[in-house]
């Protein structure tokens, strides 16, 4: 008898099975992993490399892997910060899955690795439906992007354990609203902290780190709105019963991505 099956739900379950294993892998080798999701243009290597630098400057041991489609440039600049860094070359596709990390890690993380920081693609599409096996996801956006695009990508923003801006030396030249901005993450993800950066003057960098090394001592991270767009997440609940958000915003459960 031949059966169906649809990929649209069977590959991402499958990703969630690896993810599942990694992050239980991962807490064993007591290695707080944190993504990061952003679009392109985003400054979020350029954050990345800075937050590297000042983690090794307090002593501590971190590592990174970034994915880009077909260059070794991100991880170049990652490296001058003196972490270990690994690039992943994703060959066109546009997320990191889980199984892609973990063959990374072994063999390859230091032991000792305190903070392993994961660089997707730059894209807030297909990765935000994709554990990576992180305890802690932070999606990106510059104040050059506009204030209301965490309202056009919900499922991003949505499923962030902690929003960063980036750039905002910026914001006087840009005319970012920050109010409008606060206004749209608070309509997709209720009480989601908001850290503002800048990896030119160093602002926010510090408490960016702080708040990873929380979660790495045991914080609990914020539970996110993980916004349904993808049939797989309708009947994988963790929490209360999936309903329609009062914005139209899709269907949305209380469910941490961890």
């Known amino acids: 008898m031949c059966r169906s099956v649809d990929v649209r ?5 499958r990703n969630d099975g690896l993810a599942a ?14 993504s990061l999701l952003s679009s392109p243009g985003s400054g979020k290597t350029a954050l990345l490399e800075v937050v590297l630098r000042r983690a090794r400057e307090r002593g501590l041991a971190v590592a990174a892997l970034t994915a880009g489609l077909a260059t ?6 990652l490296a001058r ?8 070359l994703t060959g066109g596709l546009c997320h990191l899955e889980a199984a892609q990390v973990s063959g990374l890690i072994d063999g390859w993380l230091p032991d000792g690795t305190r903070l392993l920081f994961v660089e997707n693609v730059g894209n807030l599409v297909c990765p935000a439906s994709y554990d990576l096996g992180e305890t802690l ?3 990106l956006m510059s104040v050059t992007e506009g204030e209301d695009k965490p309202l056009k990508y919900p499922p991003a ?11 905002t030396d910026l914001s006087d030249a840009t005319g970012f609203d920050d109010a409008a901005f606060a206004t749209a993450v608070e309509r997709v ?9 800048s990896s030119r003057d160093g602002r926010g960098v510090d408490i960016l780190l702080d708040r990873v090394l929380a979660v790495a001592d045991g914080a609990a991270p914020h539970a996110p709105l993980l ?20 914005h139209g915003q899709g269907r949305v459960s209380r469910a941490a991505v961890t």
Do not use: C, M, W, Y
Request: no cysteine.
């Open 81 to 88: 910060s003196g972490a270990p860094v690994k690039q992943v």
């Open 21 to 34: 294993e990694l992050r239980a892998d991962l807490a064993r080798r007591r290695v707080t992993a944190v």
């Open 227 to 246: 916004a349904v767009d993808h049939p797989r997440r309708q009947g994988h609940d963790n929490g209360p019963a999936e309903a329609h958000d009062a």
């Open 189 to 197: 993800n209720p009480g989601v902290e908001i850290l503002r950066t």
């Open 72 to 77: 070794e440039n991100d991880a170049r600049r």
């Open 137 to 139: 996801r932070v999606t």
């Open 157 to 167: 923003f949505g499923a962030a354990h902690l929003v960063v801006l980036t750039k």
């Open 9 to 13: 739900t069977a590959v991402p379950a």
